[in-house]
């Protein structure tokens, strides 16, 4: 063999090996754990090409400096698919795993729990503090969000469905706040369908109107349609509902903590104690469970209850039972406090 022939076979070794040893640093780097120790998300703006990925990758941590980077990227181009959006990488994911996530477009979903019982300027509060969403509301007043949802505004305090909803980054609180309403109206619709002949409601605003009174009056399932029941019969026989939550909801941010008398008899359209028959819309979010008690309340002769002092209620038919079912609650609650 010639020298010359000694030297290029040398040099083909070389390059060789140097190629052996690239592809497997490039197999290497894709397959090691990201640099992160705990749940990271992680945001790539629009228009951004592989500088722009690598550059922010390595500056928040998540990927060392390496050469292999761009390799990668070029031996599988596949990986170089990246979309703009905001992801969630988890500790132990490799680096093509991170770029796989990144190609398939899955952005990150948040959960946001929108609680049943709530007014609207608590879900209101509640979107506010959530991360990664857009806010598009300029205040928090009912005919705001009302235009945002092009809804009467008589639609949308408890026209909205309480439950925990997923979202990507930059949805708009408009946006949660029209699913909310799209599957309350749809539950309204099927509870309307099927509710009990002969409830005393002229319209669906009063059957989620008396769930949300329901929603705020027990949080015992098995209470929800005795509830229902009590406020049925005093609608039937012409009695005021007398419901502290409708007057709590009427003072707005008056309310602090303690109702008096003066508060029951001060009116407002919503106060039951001194408005006949319903008041003028819900009070609250109510759930599906509330809805449904609304729409098949069990058939009694209540027309009072009375906190018991162990997490529920007692109902009576009259206002002698009644009253004896006050002084117990009163007896509890001193012996609970140690009087």
Same mark, same amino acid.
């Given at each position: 063999?010639?020298?010359?022939?000694?030297?290029?076979?040398?040099?083909?070794?070389?390059?060789?090996?140097?190629?052996?040893?690239?592809?497997?640093?490039?197999?290497?780097?894709? /397959?090691?754990?990201?640099?992160?120790?705990?749940?990271?998300?992680?945001?790539?703006?629009?228009?951004?090409?592989?500088?722009?990925?690598?550059?922010?990758?390595?500056?928040?941590?998540?990927?060392?400096?390496?050469?292999?980077?761009?390799?990668?990227?070029?031996?599988?181009?596949?990986?170089?698919?990246? &979309?703009?959006?905001?992801?969630?990488?988890?500790?132990?994911?490799?680096?093509?795993?991170?770029?796989?996530?990144?190609?398939?477009?899955?952005?990150?979903?948040?959960?946001?729990?929108?609680?049943?019982?709530?007014?609207?300027?608590?879900?209101?509060?509640?979107?506010?503090?959530?991360?990664?969403?857009?806010?598009?509301?300029?205040?928090?007043?009912?005919?705001?969000?009302?235009?945002?949802?092009?809804?009467?505004?008589?639609?949308?305090?408890?026209?909205?469905?309480?439950?925990?909803?997923?979202?990507?980054?930059?949805?708009? /609180?408009?946006?949660?706040?029209?699913?909310?309403?799209?599957?309350?109206?749809?539950?309204?619709?099927?509870?309307?369908?099927?509710?009990? /002949?002969?409830?005393?409601?002229?319209?669906?605003?009063?059957?989620?109107?008396?769930?949300?009174?329901?929603? &705020?009056?027990?949080?015992?399932?098995?209470e929800r349609s005795k509830v229902a029941s009590v406020?049925?019969?005093?609608?039937?026989?012409?009695?005021?509902?007398?419901?502290?939550?409708?007057?709590?909801?009427?003072?707005?941010?008056?309310? &602090?903590?303690?109702?008096?008398? &003066?508060?029951?008899?001060?009116?407002?359209?919503?106060?039951?104690?001194?408005?006949?028959?319903?008041?003028?819309?819900?009070?609250?979010?109510?759930?599906?469970?509330?809805?449904?008690?609304?729409?098949?309340?069990?058939?009694?002769?209540?027309?009072?209850?009375?906190?018991?002092?162990?997490?529920?209620?007692?109902?009576?038919?009259?206002?002698?039972?009644?009253?004896?079912?006050?002084?117990?609650?009163?007896?509890?609650?001193?012996e609970k406090n140690g009087q």
């Amino acid at each position: 063999m010639t020298v010359k022939r000694k030297l290029f076979t040398g040099i083909v070794v070389i390059v060789v090996a140097a190629i052996a040893f690239s592809y497997w640093q490039i197999r290497q780097f894709a /397959d090691s754990a990201l640099t992160i120790n705990k749940e990271t998300i992680f945001t790539l703006p629009a228009g951004s090409g592989r500088v722009v990925l690598e550059a922010e990758l390595n500056r928040q941590h998540i990927v060392p400096q390496t050469v292999w980077f761009g390799w990668l990227l070029k031996l599988e181009p596949e990986l170089a698919k990246f &979309k703009a959006g905001t992801y969630r990488f988890t500790q132990g994911m490799t680096v093509r795993q991170m770029l796989d996530l990144l190609a398939s477009g899955k952005e990150a979903q948040f959960p946001l729990r929108l609680v049943e019982g709530q007014r609207l300027q608590e879900w209101l509060a509640q979107l506010r503090a959530a991360p990664y969403i857009k806010h598009t509301l300029s205040d928090d007043k009912l005919a705001t969000v009302a235009a945002a949802l092009s809804l009467p505004e008589q639609d949308v305090e408890g026209w909205l469905f309480p439950d925990t909803y997923a979202y990507t980054a930059n949805t708009t /609180d408009v946006a949660l706040l029209k699913r909310a309403n799209e599957r309350m109206v749809k539950l309204v619709d099927n509870q309307w369908q099927g509710k009990m /002949d002969g409830l005393p409601y002229k319209d669906k605003n009063d059957l989620v109107t008396m769930a949300s009174i329901v929603e &705020k009056e027990t949080a015992l399932s098995d209470e929800r349609s005795k509830v229902a029941s009590v406020f049925i019969n005093r609608l039937r026989v012409g009695m005021r509902l007398q419901t502290d939550p409708t007057v709590i909801y009427g003072m707005g941010d008056s309310y &602090k903590g303690t109702l008096t008398r &003066k508060d029951l008899d001060t009116p407002t359209p919503y106060n039951t104690y001194v408005i006949a028959g319903m008041p003028p819309g819900p009070i609250a979010m109510p759930s599906k469970a509330s809805l449904e008690a609304a729409a098949h309340p069990v058939k009694t002769d209540f027309l009072y209850f009375v906190a018991d002092g162990k997490g529920g209620h007692t109902f009576t038919t009259n206002l002698a039972s009644h009253n004896r079912a006050v002084q117990a609650w009163r007896l509890a609650v001193k012996e609970k406090n140690g009087q």
